[in-house]
Protein backbone atom coordinates (compact mmCIF):
# COMPACT_ATOMS: atom_id res chain seq x y z
CA UNK A 1 0.00 0.00 0.00
CA UNK A 2 2.32 2.92 -0.91
CA UNK A 3 -0.87 5.65 -0.64
CA UNK A 4 1.43 8.90 -1.48
CA UNK A 5 4.60 8.69 -2.19
CA UNK A 6 6.94 12.06 -1.81
CA UNK A 7 10.33 12.49 -3.26
CA UNK A 8 12.88 13.23 -2.30
CA UNK A 9 13.01 13.44 1.55
CA UNK A 10 15.85 15.56 1.93
CA UNK A 11 16.85 18.80 -0.47
CA UNK A 12 19.34 21.70 0.40
CA UNK A 13 19.43 24.32 -2.44
CA UNK A 14 21.29 27.05 -3.06
CA UNK A 15 19.40 30.48 -3.71
CA UNK A 16 18.07 31.26 -7.60
CA UNK A 17 18.58 27.21 -7.91
CA UNK A 18 15.37 25.77 -9.50
CA UNK A 19 14.02 21.98 -8.48
CA UNK A 20 10.91 19.91 -8.28
CA UNK A 21 9.35 17.95 -5.75
CA UNK A 22 7.43 14.98 -6.97
CA UNK A 23 4.25 13.45 -5.68
CA UNK A 24 2.76 10.51 -6.54
CA UNK A 25 -0.24 8.94 -5.71
CA UNK A 26 -1.40 5.32 -6.19
CA UNK A 27 -5.49 5.26 -4.92
CA UNK A 28 -7.37 7.02 -8.23
CA UNK A 29 -7.62 10.06 -6.06
CA UNK A 30 -8.91 13.29 -8.38
CA UNK A 31 -7.90 15.60 -5.51
CA UNK A 32 -4.19 17.08 -4.71
CA UNK A 33 -2.55 19.20 -2.95
CA UNK A 34 0.71 21.12 -1.54
CA UNK A 35 1.58 22.14 1.82
CA UNK A 36 3.76 23.66 3.74
CA UNK A 37 4.47 23.58 7.26
CA UNK A 38 6.17 26.22 9.11
CA UNK A 39 6.98 26.15 13.27
CA UNK A 40 3.79 27.62 14.71
CA UNK A 41 2.00 28.55 10.94
CA UNK A 42 0.57 25.54 11.03
CA UNK A 43 0.06 24.23 7.06
CA UNK A 44 -0.59 26.59 4.58
CA UNK A 45 -2.02 25.45 1.30
CA UNK A 46 0.42 26.42 -1.62
CA UNK A 47 -2.10 25.05 -4.60
CA UNK A 48 -4.17 22.29 -5.38
CA UNK A 49 -5.78 20.45 -8.06
CA UNK A 50 -9.57 18.71 -8.63
CA UNK A 51 -8.28 16.67 -11.30
CA UNK A 52 -6.13 16.27 -14.13
CA UNK A 53 -5.52 19.76 -16.27
CA UNK A 54 -7.09 21.80 -13.48
CA UNK A 55 -5.08 23.24 -10.82
CA UNK A 56 -5.54 26.57 -8.49
CA UNK A 57 -3.81 28.83 -6.34
CA UNK A 58 -3.89 28.52 -2.65
CA UNK A 59 -3.00 30.69 0.28
CA UNK A 60 0.52 31.08 -0.21
CA UNK A 61 1.60 30.44 -4.73
CA UNK A 62 4.20 32.89 -5.27
CA UNK A 63 7.37 30.99 -6.37
CA UNK A 64 5.67 28.20 -6.96
CA UNK A 65 4.70 26.20 -9.72
CA UNK A 66 2.50 22.88 -10.58
CA UNK A 67 0.80 20.98 -13.07
CA UNK A 68 -1.60 17.78 -13.34
CA UNK A 69 -0.81 16.23 -16.48
CA UNK A 70 -2.09 12.63 -15.07
CA UNK A 71 -4.34 11.44 -11.82
CA UNK A 72 -1.61 10.21 -10.35
CA UNK A 73 1.06 12.97 -10.55
CA UNK A 74 0.99 16.39 -8.78
CA UNK A 75 5.13 17.68 -9.12
CA UNK A 76 5.66 21.43 -7.40
CA UNK A 77 8.09 23.20 -8.88
CA UNK A 78 10.33 26.06 -6.99
CA UNK A 79 11.09 28.36 -10.16
CA UNK A 80 14.02 30.22 -7.80
CA UNK A 81 14.48 29.39 -4.33
CA UNK A 82 14.79 31.70 -1.90
CA UNK A 83 15.59 31.24 1.88
CA UNK A 84 11.97 31.89 2.83
CA UNK A 85 11.08 28.72 1.02
CA UNK A 86 13.14 26.76 3.72
CA UNK A 87 10.41 24.18 4.91
CA UNK A 88 8.82 20.96 5.03
CA UNK A 89 6.42 20.32 2.35
CA UNK A 90 3.40 18.27 2.35
CA UNK A 91 1.85 16.58 -0.38
CA UNK A 92 -1.88 15.15 0.02
CA UNK A 93 -4.75 13.28 -1.79
CA UNK A 94 -8.29 12.94 -1.45
CA UNK A 95 -10.89 10.90 -3.32
CA UNK A 96 -12.97 14.39 -3.39
CA UNK A 97 -11.76 17.87 -2.44
CA UNK A 98 -13.00 18.44 1.09
CA UNK A 99 -12.80 14.68 1.65
CA UNK A 100 -10.19 13.31 4.57
CA UNK A 101 -6.76 14.27 2.93
CA UNK A 102 -4.25 11.39 2.83
CA UNK A 103 -1.00 12.57 3.47
CA UNK A 104 3.04 11.68 2.15
CA UNK A 105 5.56 11.64 4.89
CA UNK A 106 7.08 14.92 3.86
CA UNK A 107 10.42 17.08 1.79
CA UNK A 108 12.48 19.31 3.90
CA UNK A 109 13.52 21.51 1.99
CA UNK A 110 16.64 23.84 3.40
CA UNK A 111 17.59 26.74 0.82
CA UNK A 112 20.86 28.63 1.73
CA UNK B 1 -14.68 33.70 5.00
CA UNK B 2 -13.72 30.37 7.18
CA UNK B 3 -10.59 30.41 9.68
CA UNK B 4 -9.94 28.29 12.55
CA UNK B 5 -8.25 28.77 16.38
CA UNK B 6 -6.22 26.35 18.44
CA UNK B 7 -6.73 28.05 21.68
CA UNK B 8 -3.48 26.50 23.12
CA UNK B 9 -0.22 26.42 21.36
CA UNK B 10 0.96 23.91 24.06
CA UNK B 11 -1.05 21.46 26.41
CA UNK B 12 0.45 18.86 29.03
CA UNK B 13 -1.20 16.09 30.97
CA UNK B 14 -0.27 13.63 33.17
CA UNK B 15 -0.73 9.82 32.19
CA UNK B 16 -4.08 8.54 32.73
CA UNK B 17 -5.44 12.21 32.90
CA UNK B 18 -8.80 13.97 30.83
CA UNK B 19 -6.94 15.73 27.64
CA UNK B 20 -8.93 18.72 26.47
CA UNK B 21 -7.55 20.47 22.75
CA UNK B 22 -9.46 23.35 22.37
CA UNK B 23 -11.06 24.52 18.47
CA UNK B 24 -12.94 27.44 17.52
CA UNK B 25 -13.95 28.38 14.09
CA UNK B 26 -15.74 30.51 11.77
CA UNK B 27 -17.15 29.96 8.75
CA UNK B 28 -20.08 31.50 6.29
CA UNK B 29 -21.64 27.77 5.22
CA UNK B 30 -21.70 24.90 7.10
CA UNK B 31 -18.14 23.74 6.95
CA UNK B 32 -16.52 19.57 7.60
CA UNK B 33 -14.43 19.77 10.60
CA UNK B 34 -11.36 17.07 10.74
CA UNK B 35 -8.87 16.81 13.82
CA UNK B 36 -5.39 14.88 12.16
CA UNK B 37 -2.00 14.33 14.50
CA UNK B 38 1.42 14.73 13.60
CA UNK B 39 3.87 12.70 15.49
CA UNK B 40 7.48 13.66 15.57
CA UNK B 41 8.98 13.59 12.01
CA UNK B 42 5.74 11.54 11.04
CA UNK B 43 3.31 12.89 8.27
CA UNK B 44 -0.15 13.67 9.57
CA UNK B 45 -2.86 11.11 10.13
CA UNK B 46 -6.71 11.90 10.59
CA UNK B 47 -8.03 11.40 14.17
CA UNK B 48 -11.56 11.73 13.51
CA UNK B 49 -13.91 13.97 11.01
CA UNK B 50 -17.29 15.96 11.37
CA UNK B 51 -19.48 15.99 8.10
CA UNK B 52 -23.05 17.32 9.46
CA UNK B 53 -24.44 13.88 10.94
CA UNK B 54 -24.03 13.60 14.34
CA UNK B 55 -22.52 16.04 16.46
CA UNK B 56 -20.40 13.45 18.70
CA UNK B 57 -17.83 11.99 16.33
CA UNK B 58 -15.83 9.08 17.88
CA UNK B 59 -12.13 8.86 16.28
CA UNK B 60 -9.49 6.56 16.41
CA UNK B 61 -7.39 5.80 19.56
CA UNK B 62 -9.90 6.75 22.03
CA UNK B 63 -10.50 10.54 20.83
CA UNK B 64 -13.76 12.39 20.46
CA UNK B 65 -14.66 15.51 19.64
CA UNK B 66 -18.02 17.02 19.95
CA UNK B 67 -19.45 19.96 17.15
CA UNK B 68 -21.16 22.94 18.82
CA UNK B 69 -22.60 24.99 16.47
CA UNK B 70 -23.79 27.90 18.60
CA UNK B 71 -20.42 28.11 20.05
CA UNK B 72 -18.36 27.83 16.83
CA UNK B 73 -16.19 24.99 18.63
CA UNK B 74 -14.82 21.92 17.75
CA UNK B 75 -12.88 20.68 20.52
CA UNK B 76 -11.04 17.01 20.89
CA UNK B 77 -10.90 14.72 24.00
CA UNK B 78 -10.00 11.48 24.95
CA UNK B 79 -10.98 9.98 29.34
CA UNK B 80 -7.40 9.12 30.05
CA UNK B 81 -3.91 10.41 27.73
CA UNK B 82 -1.74 7.89 26.88
CA UNK B 83 2.21 8.58 26.68
CA UNK B 84 2.56 7.60 22.96
CA UNK B 85 -0.62 10.29 22.50
CA UNK B 86 2.26 12.81 22.75
CA UNK B 87 2.29 14.34 19.30
CA UNK B 88 1.12 17.85 17.49
CA UNK B 89 -2.49 18.20 16.99
CA UNK B 90 -4.58 20.12 14.02
CA UNK B 91 -7.77 21.06 14.05
CA UNK B 92 -8.89 22.15 10.25
CA UNK B 93 -12.10 23.26 8.66
CA UNK B 94 -13.34 23.26 4.82
CA UNK B 95 -13.78 25.69 2.64
CA UNK B 96 -15.85 27.11 0.74
CA UNK B 97 -16.68 25.58 -2.96
CA UNK B 98 -14.91 28.35 -4.79
CA UNK B 99 -11.81 27.42 -3.05
CA UNK B 100 -11.95 23.79 -4.14
CA UNK B 101 -12.96 23.08 -0.63
CA UNK B 102 -9.27 23.58 0.40
CA UNK B 103 -8.84 22.08 3.76
CA UNK B 104 -7.77 25.39 6.55
CA UNK B 105 -5.58 24.19 9.58
CA UNK B 106 -5.09 25.86 12.67
CA UNK B 107 -1.99 26.54 13.84
CA UNK B 108 -2.02 23.33 16.01
CA UNK B 109 -1.16 22.44 19.41
CA UNK B 110 1.47 20.75 21.19
CA UNK B 111 0.58 17.57 23.66
CA UNK B 112 2.83 16.76 26.55
CA UNK B 113 2.29 13.66 28.42
CA UNK B 114 3.79 13.15 31.38
CA UNK B 115 3.91 10.22 33.22
Known amino acids: NAGVTQTPKFQVLKTGQSMTLQCAQD?????MSWYRQDPGMGLRLIHY???????DQGEVPNGYNVSRSTTEDFPLRLLSAAPSQTSVYFCASSYKAGGELFFGEGSRLTVL | AQSVTQLDSHVSVSEGTPVLLRCNYSSSYSPSLFWYVQHPNKGLQLLLKYTSAATLVKGINGFEAEFKKSETSFHLTKPSAHMSDAAEYFCVVSGPPDSGYALNFGKGTSLLVTP
Open chain 1, 27 to 31: MNHEY
Open chain 1, 49 to 55: SVGAGIT
